[in-house]
């Protein structure tokens, strides 16, 4: 992903009308809903939540699709994993070990262990 796509979508999901239509339609990946299903859930009116979902489409967090008279909406998880990946690609790169909160997906790294406990000398 190029950081010009990772900042336009890191903009779209800043604003919190935006980020949480992404999330619900995350959340009823991948058929997704309709706008009106959108709209009604977030107790947004259609103009707001069409500017909204405009930006989240620009950004190519999401895709539209029409039937019938419907827009269904729909998050669109590549893009999102490409941004995270993004986001995590350069984690521990600097290290010999990496932590497994941070190993990305598909990356294989070292993982850190727990040092081993230290033995108290004996004295003589």
């Known amino acids: 992903m190029e950081t010009k796509s990772v900042l336009a979508a890191l903009a779209a999901l800043s604003q919190e009308h935006r980020?949480?239509?992404?999330?619900l339609l995350v959340e009823h990946a991948p058929e997704g809903l309709p706008a009106g299903a959108i709209a009604e859930r977030l107790s947004l009116a259609p103009a707001t939540?069409?500017?909204h979902l405009k930006e989240l489409s620009r950004a190519g967090l999401?895709?539209?699709r029409q039937d019938g008279r419907f827009i269904w909406y729909r998050?669109?998880?590549e893009a999102i994993s490409g941004l995270i990946g993004y986001l995590t690609e350069n984690c521990c790169r600097a290290s010999s070990v990496c932590d497994t909160a941070?190993?990305?997906a598909g990356a294989p790294r070292p993982v850190a262990s727990p040092l081993p406990a230290r033995r108290k000398r004996e004295s003589a």
């Open 19 to 23: 980020l949480a239509a992404f999330r």
């Open 49 to 51: 939540l069409s500017f």
């Open 62 to 64: 999401i895709a539209s």
């Open 75 to 77: 998050a669109d998880l």
């Open 102 to 104: 941070c190993v990305p």
